[in-house]
């Protein structure tokens, strides 16, 4: 029989599968003996089966009664009992955080009689028909489906009517009369009325939190930060503290360290007399933590002393929510905080030095993404000028963009190729749409805690809240900054997450603190316990202390060579040849296409020689001593030659004038038309083009060769490899590397020196892979050129499948992440490991490495330590993010 119901005290923090993040760490609270209000946890496993077949699982209602009849007993009165009435909450509670977007319904177990009960037991009226009128309200919006706007309606009509501004100004009567307002509406909308009886209220309140796993906010969101679909929610009820139960209660959230910087600290917001969600909303402003202290000695003690004792149980940074009722207080929730890049790398090593982690686990604390993220430009405190706004800094980094006020515009702009940054009085679940396709979010309203400050912060989005100089103006589409300055849709702000700024139109920006150390080795040491520089270094030492894989970079300049080098690069592991045949080259490249004969031929050839060989002295020379894959000219010819239409049009229009056209651009357009392929991508490109057009390979083999021999005799050590592309069998590599052969041999002989050049392969097609073993007969290395691999694996074009379906492939789940960015280990994965196993099987000291987009993706180095490969390469600004990820899959 499997069992459903957990209570508080049987589960722990290692049971988020089952419990959720929220359900196990309520549980692991409870053990560590921290004021927890009791409840139970129904688990993901329930939802599951909910979701499946679309109806409650068997024996779930009595495992809940039996653990509500639990509940009751301890707490020596029943849900809902009319004189004095126990109250739950009932809230989702996935294994990953999924901040708002999932139903919460509080104060289930008032009725209309009960809610009397609640007023005399409370001795307080307004409480407790402001709880009725809440829980009706979520109850109808959430279990019911009545239009939530509807309510709101409501309530600003009644606000109206009385004249207040704030719902604290309504009374108890008012309330009353809302309540009615809302049951009415229910019944209008939906023909059913709002549930009397407590336990119904339960049962539908927990299958409708399972129904909000499916909503759209919940899908959009779990697409975004690419969690499975099918984990399903736990749902946790929880007996009902008050924190609005006058100025002795309140409820705020914290953090055990600055969720921002890293900064060790207490931080924090407060409400008085609010309950968790009104902190979380950000509909009124809360007050720092430290206020606490003056409003409430004990219970912020108490606070402190919880926050402690949770920071070194998890031996990391947390985050809590608290309620205070009545001067007594509870812990709601905690969990292992989100956390900015920074304070991410700061926070590491902080504890590090603590004694609290290894220097393994600071390092395992610690993303690439992240250190990507830090190596972004931040805005140029010189040219900033007057701030529109200050607010909180929620979420760090710069943004420029043009100001629009809802979610649909914000959607419809940047869909269109628009920068734009989202301002809002203060955000919901709703606007999540509108923050994805944002720069930044701009808030009047709201705290660090905010939902805005919360969501951005997880999606690493620039984000200032709370900016309450501004006066957002949603409906007239503009807001207005303190000095009077108006600012409508449409017009350009840039916005500094880290500062809290706002700065009308575009602000320069400038090279981040962490680039500039990477760059020069400058920064660090600063004056408050570790700065982010001094982090990034450690944790990068770290890693290359652990890492198994080299970490090489893809450049074909001396000055890409030279920055990865910087950056930590171990070599080059591709130096594509292509753009050395650009620019001035483009004729000397159209006189080998058009040559009528092999003398016109070799001598296009002949004149590109030296240049070629130039360009390869400039990197070997930046490289000196590390290893340098060359690989050989990859792109069909036709991709150097002048556009088809253009030329036409160039020869239609001379013939319009009765003159002759040019006979070059005659001749260009014959071999346009010549070598035109409807898939070049699969046509006369790589190792085809080297066996097809004469000359070619030994062009650039010479130049390879006599580039080594200059550096040789100039001292130098260089280390070049040649790398054939697109082979697809032995038999081509055998061809091609024979011929490379003999060029070096000759030039080893004129120059007598022994030029030791390795002569290996990619690895990019299907059929390449899968027959490794004999491809490695003739390959002293491979390289996985994983963008040809997955597009012929797939049978995507590179070139276009993005731009096409893949967003509708992502809408349907097909995959969570395109198979550009990260390897698709199941096919892709599956054809490197064969080819891996196959080659050294034929060749036990074969080199391989990766040099296509994916060896700089995170994901993707952990794959490839894990298959075995010896480096991964990738563009010189991904290396220090490769080294980290290397270091991290190593631990
Ligand atoms: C590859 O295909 O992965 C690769 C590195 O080569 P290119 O991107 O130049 O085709
Ligand atoms: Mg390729």
């Not at 707490?75 to 919460?104: C, W």
Request: include cysteine; proline fraction near 4%.
């Amino acid at each position: 029989m499997v069992r459903y119901v957990y209570d508080f005290t049987e589960g722990g923090r290692d049971m988020a599968d089952l419990l959720g993040g929220k359900g196990s760490n309520l549980a692991e609270m409870t053990r560590l003996g921290l004021p927890v209000p009791p409840g139970f946890t129904v688990t993901t496993e329930a939802c599951r089966a909910f979701l499946e077949t679309g109806s409650e699982p068997e024996g779930l209602w009595e495992e809940v009664s039996a653990h509500l009849a639990g509940l009751e007993a301890s707490a020596g009165r029943s849900l809902g009992q009319p004189d004095d009435p126990l109250l739950l909450s009932v809230r989702s509670g996935a294994k990953f955080s999924m901040p708002g977007m999932m139903e919460t319904i509080l104060d289930i177990g008032l009725n209309d009689d009960s809610v009397l009960g609640l007023a005399k037991a409370s001795g307080n009226e307004r409480f407790a028909w402001d709880s009725y009128r809440r829980l009706v309200q979520m109850f109808g919006s959430t279990v019911m489906g009545v239009d939530s706007s509807r309510f709101e309606r409501s309530l600003a009509l009644l606000k109206d009517l009385r004249g207040v501004q704030d719902d604290v100004h309504l009374t108890a009567s008012d309330l009353a009369e809302l309540v009615e307002t809302y049951k009415n509406l229910i019944h209008l909308e939906t023909g059913d009325h709002f549930p009397q009886s407590p336990a119904e209220q339960l049962r539908r309140a927990i299958l409708a939190v399972f129904e909000s796993w499916n909503g759209e906010r919940a899908r959009l969101y779990r697409r975004r930060e690419h969690i499975a679909d099918d984990l399903g929610t736990a749902v946790n009820v929880q007996r009902m503290v008050f924190g609005n139960l006058g100025a002795h209660s309140g409820s705020g959230v914290a953090f055990t360290r600055d969720p921002a910087t890293g900064r060790s600290g207490l931080y924090g917001d407060y409400l008085p007399d609010a309950q968790g969600e009104d902190v979380v909303a950000g509909i009124r402003n809360t007050v720092p933590l430290a206020e606490l202290k003056r409003l409430d000695a004990r219970s912020y003690d108490g606070l402190r002393t919880h926050m402690r004792t949770l920071e070194r149980h998890y031996r990391d940074l947390c985050d809590i929510e608290f309620t205070i009722e009545r001067g007594t207080l509870w812990m709601l929730q905690t969990r292992v905080g989100k956390r900015t890049a920074e304070a991410a790398f700061v926070l590491a090593a902080e504890l590090a030095d603590e004694g609290l982690i290894t220097p393994d686990e600071a390092l395992a604390r610690v993303s690439g993404e992240g250190l990507a993220r830090l190596m972004f430009p931040r805005f140029d405190a010189s040219a900033t000028g007057t701030a529109l706004a200050h607010g909180v800094p929620a979420s760090p980094g710069a943004a420029v963009g043009t100001v629009v006020f809802d979610s649909a515009q914000a959607v419809r702009r940047a869909a269109a190729g628009e920068k734009v940054v989202l301002v809002r009085q203060e955000t919901t679940p709703d606007d999540l749409p509108g923050m994805i396709a944002a720069q930044a979010v701009l808030t009047s309203r709201g705290g660090k805690t905010s939902h805005a400050a919360v969501v951005a912060r997880g999606m690493g989005k620039v984000c200032v809240c709370g900016a309450e100089e501004l006066t957002v103006d949603t409906e007239a589409r503009r807001f207005t900054a303190a000095d009077g300055t108006v600012v409508e849709e449409g017009t350009v702000v840039s916005v500094d997450g880290s500062a809290g700024a706002v700065y009308a139109g575009s602000v320069p920006l400038v090279d981040s603190a962490v680039i500039r150390y990477l760059e020069d080795g400058r920064g660090g040491g600063g004056s408050q316990g570790v700065d982010v520089v001094d982090a990034v270094a450690r944790a990068l030492a770290r890693a290359d202390t652990v890492r198994r894989l080299e970490v090489r970079a893809n450049a074909d300049t001396p000055e890409d060579a030279v920055r990865a080098r910087r950056f930590g690069a171990q070599g080059i592991g591709l130096c594509r040849t292509e753009h050395m045949f650009l620019g001035d080259r483009r004729k000397l490249v159209e006189q080998m296409i058009l040559a009528g004969t092999d003398a016109e031929r070799d001598r296009a050839l002949a004149d590109l020689l030296p240049l070629q060989r130039r360009d390869f002295v400039g990197i070997l020379e930046a490289m000196d001593g590390l290893p340098v894959t060359i690989r050989l000219l990859d792109p069909p010819l036709h991709e150097f030659l002048p556009d088809h239409t253009e030329l036409a049009v160039r020869i239609a229009t001379a013939q319009a004038r009765g003159e002759e056209p040019d006979a070059h651009d005659v001749a260009l357009l014959g071999a346009v038309n010549r070598m035109h392929e409807e898939n070049p991508m699969l046509g006369l490109r790589g190792v085809r083009l080297g066996l097809v057009v004469p000359g070619l390979v030994a062009m650039q083999v010479r130049a390879i060769g006599e580039a080594v021999t200059e550096r040789l005799s100039a001292g130098g050590a260089p280390q070049a490899e040649i790398m054939v592309p697109l082979v697809g069998d032995v038999r081509e590599l055998r061809l091609v590397r024979a011929e490379v052969q003999r060029v070096l041999a000759e030039i080893s002989r004129a120059a007598g020196v022994v030029l030791d050049c390795p002569v290996g392969t990619m690895i990019e097609l299907p059929r390449a892979a899968l027959t490794a073993g004999r491809i490695a007969e003739e390959a002293e290395f491979f390289s996985f050129g994983t963008n040809d691999l997955t597009q012929t694996t797939w049978g995507f074009s590179r070139d276009d499948v993005e731009a096409e379906f893949f967003s509708a492939y992502l809408d349907k789940g097909v995959f969570s992440t395109s198979p550009f960015e990260a390897l698709d280990r199941e096919g892709v994965g599956r054809l490197v490991n064969i080819a891996v196993a196959e080659g050294r099987a034929t060749r036990p000291d074969l080199k391989i490495g990766v040099c296509g987009e994916h060896g700089g993706d995170p994901d993707s180095v952990h794959f490839f330590h894990t298959a075995g490969l010896d480096y991964v390469s990738c563009s010189p600004f991904r290396v220090p993010v490769a080294r980290l990820e290397a270091g991290r899959a190593a631990l």
